[in-house]
């Protein structure tokens, strides 16, 4: 104590004395992520005989003095270059060496200064107050809930995967669209079957990496089926296509009746298909090939799952309508050759069509032919109805055709 009050004075008689330690400069704040190396740099001019300690300033606990570690804590070790600078090394930083951290002198009285290390930690989910996949009935309320840790506090936003906007319905009624939500905790209150789909929750604290984990809602309803034409007419020997969408979650399982046989399967009669338009929409084809006239009648789209069932009727009516044949030769194909044996008017387009593709001319007879299934058949007795002239007509410039035809061949061999 004498010396010390004998040393003051001293200093106090000489301002220039070598003898009294000082600090250079201040000491760096350090910002580590976790599990990284830390340094802490303590500058000293004029240490003498004087030593140089660190102390955590929180817990006062002694880190070292001079080039001896004191605390038990393995990962703290220290180092310094001549006697100017002092390092305090912390290897493998947790996040319980946050803090400050004091460089001491022990001149009497001491001198210190301070430096502060924060530990940054990256967000991580706690998986316990974090939702998995979640179910719910059309109406109800869906709470989904990510929360995460680090440091500093990570914050939480949502989105949904397919970029539509999250729908938030306030307790007064109100409802807000939004593209992101933010908040540990989404509430869907009177959720629809169209909020269905993957929620992503994303939690950030601007310490990379950010994190998300997907959450799967799933909105459970009573299947519904729409039918846009209930009552499909068609003329025999045509494809006739009945369609149903069907809209259930859980996906419902989806089939086709035709009273009085039964299911309808696939076959050559029957082409089934089901098309998946979103998570909780199919629709449901048949294509019934070749109407025949035992097809005509009722057909029931049915979707059945775990919440219930439901069906829709569609009924195929026969409509007098063309009846199909197929052309020994395709007059237009003909004339585009060779030329048409009369180009003065236009009787084929309101009854007939060509189809160039499959070679069929299709005529309306104005009647459905008794035998509806023969494609390969000419009703003869369809020349003498309504059309008949137009028939005869059509016959004359066939067998021009023909003629043509064989005097071309005959020609062209010669
Ligand atoms: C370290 O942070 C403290 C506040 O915590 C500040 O007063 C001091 O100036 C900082 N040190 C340096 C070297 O920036």
Known sequence: MLSSIFLAIIVTIDPGSAFQPEFSEPIDNLTVPVARDATFRCFVHHLGGYRVGWVKADTKAIQAIHDHVITHNPRISVSHNDHSTWNLHIRNVQEEDRGQYMCQINTDPMKSQLGHLDVVVPPDFINEETSGDVDVPEGGTAKLTCRAKGHPEPHVQWRRENGEDVIIREPSGQRTKVSSYQGDILRLVKITRSEMGAYMCIASNG????????????????PVIQVP?????????????????????????????RDPDGMVIPSPKYDVQVVTKSLFEVKMTVIVRNLHKEDVGTYRCIAKNSLGEVESNIRIYEIPGPTRLYAPLDEEDYNEQFGSAENDEDVVSNSVSSDRANRIVIINT?????????????????????????????????????????????????
Not at 385 to 403: A, E, P, Q, T, W
Request: charge should be positive; charged fraction near 15%; include cysteine.
């Open 207 to 222: 310490i990379p990496p950010a994190i998300s984990k997907r959450i799967m809602v799933t909105v459970n309803f009573h």
């Open 229 to 257: 034409n209930q009552l499909v007419g068609a003329p025999l020997g045509t494809d006739v296509t009945l369609e149903c969408y069907v809209e259930a979650s859980p996906k419902s399982i989806n089939y086709w009746v």
């Open 366 to 414: 104005g009647s459905p032919p008794r035998d509806g299934g023969h494609q390969n058949h000419v009703p003869v007795d369809s020349v003498s109805n309504g059309d008949g002239c137009f028939r005869i007509k059509k016959l004359h410039k066939f067998m021009f055709s023909l003629v043509l035809w064989q005097v071309v061949r005959l020609g062209g061999s010669w």
